[in-house]
């Protein structure tokens, strides 16, 4: 069976510019995740969807970061004007359900490194 | 806001070696996760505690739960190179504490 995959795997972009990350969970699980992980540091929570609603975002940096799920499956983050600072590994997780018992499936992230 | 301090930071030590790493609130948690991440991926769940006081073995780790809920200890017996990660805590999936680098030398 398929893991979570993301998309692209690595991104280099140049300040200023738009990025797209995708996010494809494991197909039946409610619930999505972003996490923005800085070198050498822990997991900082970005958005969660149950369904195709964000019942929280506030981990959303600042209005540069919007995402979105459609059809229950497949997700993206988007981060407009980027900078120096957003550069980071972005990790996506998916699980059944939500709530602090479910198993969480990372994908492998999507390295972003912004000039 | 709930949060979650590791420690240490960072461990390195030789294989044979015991160690244990902490992770601590100041909030109840209703449960409990450590999860570990090998560079280059993503993090993969050990196991999930749920009563206070609890206590649990996966072979060479043992992971215990604080009576109060609030805290909780990896304890890992006869480290191997292959336990070298990010040793990671979560309460409610979505605040993670910051981590412990484990590095362990053949």
């Known amino acids: 069976g398929a893991g979570v995959s993301q998309s692209p795997s690595n991104k280099v972009t140049e300040k200023g510019k738009d990025v797209e990350l995708r996010c494809d969970p494991i197909s039946g699980h409610t619930a999505l995740y972003w996490y923005r992980q800085r070198l050498g540091q822990g997991l900082e929570f970005l958005i969660y969807f149950q369904g195709n609603s964000a019942p929280d975002k506030s981990g959303l940096p600042s209005d540069r970061f919007s995402a979105e799920r459609t059809g229950e499956s497949v997700s993206t983050l988007t981060i407009q004007r980027t900078q120096q600072e957003d550069s980071a590994v972005y990790l996506c997780a998916s699980s059944l359900l939500a709530g602090g018992l479910e198993t969480q499936y990372f994908g492998p992230g999507t390295r972003l490194l912004v000039l | 806001t709930q949060l979650l301090e590791q420690s240490p930071q960072f461990l390195s030590i030789q294989e044979g070696e015991n160690l244990t790493v902490y992770c601590n609130s100041s909030?109840?948690?209703?449960?409990l996760q450590w999860y570990r991440q090998e560079p280059g991926e993503g993090p993969v769940l050990l196991v999930t505690?749920?009563?206070?006081?609890e206590v649990k073995k996966l072979k060479r780790l043992t992971f215990q739960f604080g009576d109060a809920r609030k805290d909780s200890s990896l304890h890992i017996t006869a480290a191997q190179p292959g336990d070298t990660g990010l040793y990671l805590c979560t309460g409610n999936m979505l605040t993670f504490g910051g981590g412990t680098r484990l590095m362990v030398k053949p």
């Open positions: 909030s109840v948690f209703s449960s």
């Open positions: 505690v749920v009563t206070g006081g």
